[in-house]
């Protein structure tokens, strides 16, 4: 019998109906306007509050990898543990991830790759009701075709463990790594500003570590950074703002911010 974890925040982060989830999540990639990329990302930052809040800076990331629809299709999967702890990055032991659009199949030979990491385990409560990973899907659903899922909660682990995990799971083109992460939390907004803008130039830089006021998901980016470090990889800031900017008021804002990172081009000479 197949396992399938259903979705938790469908109706309240997101629409539960399809047909509004569809129409929301195309409004939104439709008003993006990506940075022309000379390629497709390797990786993604993605902010993962309700759609309302930092839908619109998600996009920016979605619609740079839309032209990857046929390409890409396996996705890895990170982001941070907001209500069951965790020791190292936790799989979801089930057969598939359903959103209101459909079901995910999870990657089962990746799955069995990672089962002799010390640092991987098998958590089903971490992630029955967690936000960070499920609010993506319904994006990745909409700009990708076919894909299979290796969904990570990520609890207590350091960058050098995060970092190998990515490492197995590298892959080629058909690989995109996403890292769910919202940036400084209920700050007034010039403070939030300032704050997220240092944030977001640390990873340009690819300097870690950040902390977790700096960023809720700063665990698996902080990996995500020495990753990119020894692959080389190229960051770019698709987009900057906070709560403020979109749908609440001005006092306590949340930070949202989507990077894209390339691979170097290899020119032949």
């Not at 309700?50 to 990331?61: D, R, T």
């Not at 995990?165 to 939390?185: A, K």
């Not at 007034?188 to 809720?216: K, M, N, W």
Request: proline share 8%.
């Amino acid at each position: 019998m197949h396992q399938i974890r259903q979705p938790a925040v469908a109706g309240t982060f997101y629409p539960g109906a399809p047909v509004t989830l569809a129409q929301d999540v195309n409004d939104l990639l439709a008003a993006a306007h990506p940075a022309p990329l000379s390629k497709l990302p390797k990786a993604v930052i993605v902010p993962h509050a309700g759609y309302i809040y930092s839908g619109a800076i998600a996009a920016a990331a979605y619609a740079s990898i839309a032209a990857g629809r046929d390409r890409i299709t396996r996705v890895v999967l990170l982001g941070p543990v907001h209500r069951v702890p965790v020791r190292g990055l936790a799989l979801p032991g089930v057969d598939a991830f359903a959103t209101p659009l459909g079901n995910i199949p999870i990657d089962q030979a990746a799955v069995e790759l990672l089962g002799t990491m010390p640092q991987i385990v098998t958590s089903a409560a971490a992630h029955t009701w967690e936000h960070s990973l499920e609010v993506q899907l319904p994006f990745l659903q909409a700009v990708l075709n076919d894909f299979s899922l290796i969904p990570l909660a990520v609890g207590d682990a350091t960058p050098e463990e995060i970092a190998e995990v990515l490492e197995v799971l590298w892959g080629g083109p058909e690989t995109l790594i996403v890292i769910s992460s919202d940036l400084s939390h209920f700050l007034p907004y010039p403070t939030a500003q300032a704050v997220d803008r240092q944030t977001a130039q640390h990873i340009l830089e690819l300097r870690g570590p950040l902390t977790h006021e700096q960023a809720c998901g700063g665990t698996p980016i902080n990996g995500m950074l020495l990753a990119a470090r020894r692959h080389h990889l190229q960051p770019l800031l698709l987009d900057l703002r906070n709560s403020g900017d979109t749908a609440g008021d001005k006092d306590r804002v949340v930070g949202y911010a989507s990077f894209a990172f390339m691979e170097e081009t290899t020119d032949a000479h």
